[in-house]
């Protein structure tokens, strides 16, 4: 059993940044995958970012390509989002993914655990 949660969202302006946080608790060495997701109003979950937990393998939206990154503080059993240049089109609630295996693509259900989700607004 794993829990997730998330922070750091916001409300911000076009071209601002934010970095998310997803603190991971629980049987935590059964994760080898970690993941982003968003969604947003009336919209389906899509998937943002991942990265493997040892060996980093990482893959992103290609919308947010050179605007994210994911990385993790294994010491902490923590995973972040760093989000820059953000736009009106990020706007969503972010969610925090695990797998137990090592599946870092967009199926949502392929993730064992998931967050609560965390609030992001951007203004135009």
Not at 41 to 66: C, M, N, Q
Not at 72 to 83: P, W
Request: charged share 20%.
């Amino acid at each position: 059993q794993v829990q997730l949660e998330e922070s750091g969202g916001g409300l911000v302006q076009a071209g601002a940044s934010l970095r998310l946080s997803c603190a991971a608790s629980g049987r935590t060495a059964s994760v080898n995958a970690m993941a982003w997701f968003h969604q947003a109003p009336g919209k389906e979950r899509e998937f943002v970012a991942a990265t493997t937990w040892i060996i980093e393998s990482t893959r992103y939206l290609d919308s947010v390509k050179g605007r994210f990154t994911i990385s993790r503080d294994n010491a902490k059993k923590t995973v972040y989002l760093q989000m820059n240049s953000l736009k009106p089109e990020d706007t969503a609630v972010y969610y925090c993914a695990a797998d137990n295996g090592w599946y870092i693509g967009p199926r949502n259900t392929e993730y064992d655990y998931w967050g609560q989700g965390t609030q992001v607004t951007v203004s135009s």
